[in-house]
Every structure is written in structure tokens, then in C-alpha cells.
């Protein structure tokens, strides 16, 4: 397999009752992925609740994490903003030498033009000193990048490597999937069209559900790299209600309450968002005691 094939886990960040970071839960949680099977790790991504951690809770998080996986998975960082000029000095500050590759978001609230995301993630590439994974998700972003910019940059930077494609649609991806120069990866970012994306082509995903239940998420993404068909979706049925669940209320509060249920961590989060309310904690509850 490629580094990057597989299941690779967007990573919360656990806060304790006083919102602080909860680095022991966060050593736990680390554990509990790379026992259940996945494949890499990915630090600091939107489930982390990035956009609410200062620069001193940012690299405890990372120092945490690369401590606590001792080199046994590889590591994305998540390094991206609607600042380019920003995203750049980051890239030649920070060390990214425990890291395999960066995830970058295209650009948000901007609404950039699709030559605007281009130059965008053109100056990322000839500055990031590791691949870059660029991460496509109008939901969050305001703006889509259409599958013509993403092979342009495939093309024209080596170093950018895949996408995580997040867009909700699968024509989208399989038109990726179809275009793509050899060997360049398109990551699932939506749980539920996972194994779909998977069997059209696809490399894999970055999970939310596959931190929660890493056995079953990673196995099933496995099956269908294996073209194992009916077993693979056998496992996506057995775990399909609780994706549509954990974002039922926003991510990543359904993520969290999974972990306090497992007793892995708080479900604490940080304004603007919370937590879920009690009717969606107990429907959790009796799917995680279902699938035990």
C-alpha cells in the first residue's frame, strides 16, 4: 500500500471540563486508532477544533501526538487558511520534520475564483518542504474546487499529492478519480461515500467515524481496496447510522460524545460549538452497545 492509502483519522482535540486540552485523553485516543487498525494520522484538521486553539495549544497538540505515536503511523498536519501569504510563512517556520505530508484547506470566506485557489495552493506547493494533500470542502468553504483545477495542480506540482474531496458527490470525485495522473491519491472526506469512492478508485479516506470505531471503519476500507465487495459493505451497513449520527449535531460534538461513551475522553467543546443534546447521547449509547 501507499503511505497514504487506507484510513487515515482527523484527530480530536479532548478538553477537559475547564476547556482546557485533555493531553492524557489525547494519548489515549491515539492509542485506541492505532490499535483498532488505522492507517495514518491527521493532526489538527477541522474535528480538531483548530480554528478555537491558540499557537501554544497548536504545537501542544502536536508534541503530544508525535509523542505518543512514537513513528508508528504516518503524520499529516494540517497547515492551511484563507491567507496564502500566512500559510506560507507557517510553512517556512514550522518544523514539519515528524510529518509525511500537509493537509490544505481551500481557501474559505474568500470565495476565491477557481484561478484564485490555483495560485493559491501554486505558491503552497513551491513552498511546502513535504507533499500536500489539498482538501476540498464547499461545505465549509463557500466555494468548490472543480475537478479541472485539482488535476491542473496534479499536473503541474509533483508534490502535491492527492485531495481529500469533500464535496458530498460522487460524479465529482469519479470525474477525479478518472482524470488523475497516475498515482495520485483522492481521499474520501465524506464517511458515508467512502466505500463508493473506494470501489470507483478511490485511495481511501480521512475519517471522523474511523477514530470512534477504527476496527470496523478501517477493516471495511480495506475490504473494498481488496474489491471484497459484499463483505465491505456489509460492514458499511453495520456503521452507516451512526456516521449520519455524529454529525447529526455538528463536528466534532457527536465525535466527542462517541469518546465519553467509550470513556476515552470528556465531550467537552469549545463555543461556538456544544454539545449535543440527550435524545442524540442516548441513541449513541445504544448503537455503541449494539455493535459490542
Do not use: C, W
Not at 485557489?117 to 468548490?144: C, D, L, W
Not at 456489509?234 to 452507516?240: C, D, E, G, Q, S
Amino acid at each position: 500500500m501507499q503511505l497514504f492509502e487506507g484510513t487515515g483519522v482527523a484527530l480530536v482535540t479532548p478538553f477537559k471540563n475547564d476547556f482546557s486540552v485533555d493531553t492524557e485523553a489525547l494519548v489515549r485516543i491515539v492509542n485506541y486508532v492505532i490499535d483498532g487498525g488505522v492507517e495514518y494520522l491527521v493532526v489538527l484538521g477541522t474535528t480538531a477544533e483548530t480554528a478555537t486553539l491558540n499557537s501554544a495549544e497548536k504545537e501542544l497538540v502536536i508534541d503530544t501526538i508525535v509523542e505518543a505515536n512514537q513513528g508508528r503511523l504516518p503524520l499529516v498536519l494540517g497547515v492551511g487558511g484563507n491567507n496564502t501569504h500566512q500559510v506560507v510563512e507557517e510553512l517556512k517556520t514550522r518544523d514539519l520534520s515528524k510529518f509525511q505530508a500537509i493537509l490544505s484547506v481551500s481557501p474559505y470566506y474568500n470565495k476565491p475564483t477557481q484561478e484564485g485557489i490555483y495560485q493559491h495552493f501554486k505558491m503552497i506547493a513551491e513552498h511546502s518542504p513535504i507533499p500536500v494533500i489539498v482538501y476540498n470542502v464547499p461545505g465549509r468553504t463557500a466555494s468548490n474546487m472543480l475537478p479541472e483545477t485539482v488535476m491542473r495542480l496534479a499536473h503541474d506540482f509533483k508534490n502535491i499529492i492527492g485531495i481529500k474531496e469533500a464535496a458530498g458527490d460522487i460524479v465529482q470525485a469519479m470525474k477525479l478519480i478518472q482524470n488523475k495522473p497516475e498515482g495520485f491519491l483522492v481521499i474520501s472526506g465524506d464517511d458515508m461515500v467512502t466505500l463508493p469512492m473506494v470501489l470507483a478508485g478511490g485511495s481511501g479516506v480521512i475519517s471522523v467515524i474511523g477514530e470512534g470505531f477504527p476496527k470496523q471503519f478501517s477493516e471495511m476500507v480495506r475490504l473494498g481496496l481488496q474489491r471484497k465487495v459484499d463483505e465491505a459493505y456489509k460492514l458499511h451497513y453495520t456503521i452507516a447510522d451512526s456516521i449520519d449520527m455524529i454529525f447529526e449535531q455538528g463536528n466534532p460534538a457527536g465525535i466527542k460524545e462517541v469518546f465519553k461513551l467509550l470513556g476515552l475522553s470528556e465531550n467537552t467543546v469549545r463555543l461556538p460549538l456544544v454539545n449535543v443534546n440527550e435524545n442524540l447521547s442516548k441513541r449513541l449509547e445504544k448503537f455503541i452497545q449494539e455493535l459490542r
